[in-house]
């Protein structure tokens, strides 16, 4: 309730424990406390998603809710390229999609942000405790009100959305 043309799009995400003290793997992986398996509901306030990256920036990155799954430390992030992820309306599958279609990989992703925010002074850096989304696993597909949702994450727990 309350979105505009909402659409599912399930994700990575990381929570911070500190700061990153650079961009490379070795100084991101000590910084990141845990990941989790995401479902990030966007929306869109113009008609039939016809946007540019300027309307996206202006539209709040088309947030719209997140819903996080369970915790779990980050092991094996030479992994997180190959972890697949399965979407489902009921039983039907709909899309699939791997980590490597965020930036290469959902870890790289991060690295991407650090390295923005880094030659961006004037932005809001990043907190400890804050959580990071990687960028959507697969296609981003329109809900509606009476459906089920369900995902399949490698490696981690699927999340399970009933839209009211």
């Known amino acids: 309730e309350g979105l505009v043309q909402p659409r599912i799009e399930p994700e990575i995400c990381f929570k911070l424990k500190h700061v ?50 369970t915790a779990v430390p980050l092991e094996r992030h030479e ?6 992820a399965r979407l489902f309306k009921g039983e039907r599958l709909v899309d699939e999609g791997v980590g490597a279609n965020v930036l290469g990989s959902p870890l790289l992703s991060l690295r991407h942000l650090v390295e923005l925010l880094k030659r961006q002074p004037q932005a809001e850096q990043l907190r400890a405790g804050e959580i990071i989304t990687t960028g959507v696993l697969t296609d981003a597909h329109p809900v509606a009100a009476g459906e089920t949702w369900r995902t399949e994450v490698t490696g981690l727990d699927g999340l399970t959305i009933v839209f009211s």
Do not use: F, Y
Request: aromatic share 4%; hydrophobic share 45%.
């Open 79 to 84: 992994k997180l390229p190959g972890v697949k």
């Open 20 to 69: 990153p003290a650079g961009s490379g793997i070795d100084e991101l992986l000590p910084a990141i406390e845990w990941m989790a398996h995401a479902v990030e509901i966007v929306q869109c306030h113009h008609p039939d998603w016809k946007v540019t990256i300027a309307d996206c920036t202006a539209d709040n990155g088309l947030h719209g809710r997140l819903i996080i799954g």
